[in-house]
DNA sequence: GCGTATGATTTGTA
DNA sequence: TACAAATCATACGC
């Protein structure tokens, strides 16, 4: 197999001014008398130009007796050569890329993702992650990480069975040109390093047509992510009694209605809330009350009565009050009004 | 459908 | 960093 390249590259200029054929004539294999191996190689190719102007029939049979020409190996080595030497080595050096950086990206965050690589629960890591950027209380959103869960899994699988569809054709393809080729070789100067070349660059191509299918698979994720996301903001309003022990708290602190962290986490576990969705509240309600003090007079009046009744229980049955204690707390039934000198002005 | 209530987010400030 | 204020977006009652 070896024997050809070294027979090519001998000194010696043959036809066409390549060394190959010539040396070939030389050792044996193309003849004895010049002139007359001239005159072969001159009829063989007068024979390849004109076989397209005959019929089927005769063109068969011409390449029949082409094939098994004695020169034949000989002028089929020279023409991979010459081949090889100007069309593909141009083309391969064209050819030769970088590995993507973009397909690398998108490999990555479908491995983060848990699209591809070992199934990890389905990206529950993911919608946690997702949910903790949304800073949700966790308690409500099973049912929605199970929907995230269920939705990823699916864009797994469609990704997954894409991809097995698209390696198959991949590998059928590649099969069928090899082959092709490999028949077509028998009669057409095509070399076995020509072979590998088209099968890289029909890797290519298909590698191409998966990275559209890994793109928009991460946008399918992304799309699911950011719906994720905005179904978190959705709000939910808190149960009454919940409501209740808040609008307590802020009543019975009216003069200072600024929870110490402790207390914000004792009222956060009374109303199966977060600490932050009780400093959102007390926000929101300094806020509202202090721009209606009007609007709110009933309710601060009902509240100052409703703890006025449990204080007076609490002394009756020598226990404390309900309300979580804080530092803050200016102690005592505050007036249901907001007064000068408080902090809210 | 509309107005209001309300939880969440954003932005500016001390 | 906590808070005020403004704003957004949805829930809810009519």
């Known amino acids: 197999m070896d024997e050809q390249p070294r027979l090519m590259h001998s000194h010696g200029v043959g036809m066409a001014g390549h060394p190959g054929l010539s040396q070939h004539m030389q050792d044996g294999t193309g003849g004895t008398d010049g002139e007359g191996r001239k005159q072969d190689i001159g009829d063989i ?16 049979a011409r ?37 993507d950086a973009q397909l690398m990206r998108l490999d990555n965050m479908l491995l ?34 199970s929907d995230y869960r269920a939705k990823l899994s699916q864009i797994r699988q469609i990704y997954h069975t894409e991809l097995e569809k698209y390696e198959q ?37 298909f590698s191409s047509i998966q990275m559209q299918l890994k793109q928009s698979t991460c946008e399918a994720v992304m799309i699911l992510r950011s719906r994720f996301l905005d179904a978190r903001r959705k709000r939910r309003n808190f149960n009454k009694q919940a409501t209740e022990i808040l609008n307590e708290y802020f009543y019975s602190h009216l ?19 977060t600490v932050s969705q009780v400093s959102n509240w007390f926000g929101n ?24 009744v449990n204080a007076a229980n609490a002394s009756a049955h020598g226990s404390q009050a309900n309300s979580p204690s804080t530092p803050n707390s200016a102690g005592g039934y505050p007036s249901p009004c907001y007064q000068s000198d408080r902090r809210i002005q």
């Open 169 to 205: 054709a991949c590998n059928e393809f590649t099969t069928h040109v090899m082959n092709l080729l490999r028949e077509q070789s028998r009669t057409r100067p095509i070399s076995p390093k020509e072979i590998e070349r088209m099968v890289s660059i029909i890797h290519r191509k």
């Open 285 to 308: 309600k300094r806020i509202r009350y202090k721009k209606n003090i009007g609007k709110f007079q009933e309710e601060a009046n009902m509240y100052a009565a409703k703890t006025a």
């Open 45 to 60: 190719l007068q024979q390849i130009m004109t076989i397209t102007d005959q019929s089927l029939d005769e063109a068969q």
């Open 112 to 145: 983060a993702e848990g699209v591809s690589g070992p199934e990890k629960g389905g990206g529950s890591a993911a919608a946690a992650a997702a949910a903790a950027a949304a800073g949700g209380a966790g308690s409500d959103n099973s049912a929605e990480h």
């Open 63 to 99: 390449k029949h007796a082409l094939n098994c020409h004695r020169m034949k190996p000989a002028l089929f080595n020279v023409l991979c050569e010459i081949k090889e030497k100007t069309v593909l080595s141009i083309r391969g050096a064209q050819e030769e890329e970088p590995p």
């Open 255 to 273: 003069s200072n209605p600024y929870p110490s962290e402790e207390a914000k986490e004792e009222l956060a576990k009374k109303c199966s809330i």
